[in-house]
């Protein structure tokens, strides 16, 4: 199973950015997608997740500002963020909770996406 994230980059404070997050592989079922940020010096926390029902989570931080969603045709889940903060600078990593087909249920993380907010 491969968890491939695309769409960090630079931009300004008060722009967007959308990442991407496709999972492939020997996939039976994906109960919950979400993305997660680490920045330097501190813990990874949780930006936001969504179910396969579409139920969504989200960090204080980013309510308002961020979208989660997810195509579940094709494994893939996206997080749409507006009105970027400097503060919201770091390491996004795509994160899927599903069972592979004919296995375990587990935690997959992608490889990371840096998204830097800087004038």
């Known amino acids: 199973v491969q968890l491939v994230e695309s769409g960090g980059g630079l931009v300004q404070p008060g722009g967007s950015l959308r990442l991407s997050c496709a999972a492939s592989?020997?996939?039976?079922?994906?109960?919950?997608m979400g993305w997660y940020r680490q920045a330097p010096g501190k813990q990874r926390e949780l930006v936001a997740a969504i179910t396969s029902g579409v139920s969504t989570n989200y960090a204080d931080s980013v309510k308002g500002r961020f979208t989660i969603s997810r195509d579940n045709a094709k494994n893939t889940v996206y997080l749409q963020m507006d009105s970027l903060k400097p503060e919201d600078a770091a390491v996004y990593y795509c994160?899927?909770?599903?069972?592979?087909?004919?296995?375990?249920?587990?935690?997959?993380w992608g490889q990371g996406t840096q998204v830097t907010v800087s004038s």
């Open positions: 994160n899927a909770d599903l069972r592979v087909a004919g296995g375990r249920r587990g935690d997959y």
């Open positions: 592989g020997s996939i039976f079922n994906i109960y919950a």
